[in-house]
């Protein structure tokens, strides 16, 4: 192969590295309006905060806790969906499910959290 074509070859490859690391930076993105809407409508904020501990734990504690796990947005977005039973202070609830109009606000918010 001559330089040209090695060149060529690098190139080409760092394209494709880039765009796929745009990608995965798109799908990352978070919509914090629509995120802060929908704690805001389904009160989340009557238990949790982003950063002191609540009732419920903070986003930061809960982002910590996923954080580098793989699947840590499959299981927030279960626990958001599905009213778990939950304990505070002792006493066994059930966990709000989210309100949502689509999956992708749920995701949405389950990003959020994690990127706190």
Known sequence: ???AKISRFFHALLAVGLIGGSLAAQAQAVDVAAAEALLLSNKCAKCHSVDKKKDG???KVTASKYK???D???K???HLTTAPTIEIDGVKEEHQKIKAKDDAAVKNLVNYILSR
């Open 76 to 78: 927030l977005f279960t």
């Open 57 to 59: 734990p903070a986003y």
């Open 1 to 3: 192969m001559n330089h």
């Open 68 to 70: 580098g796990k793989a």
């Open 72 to 74: 840590a947005e499959a």
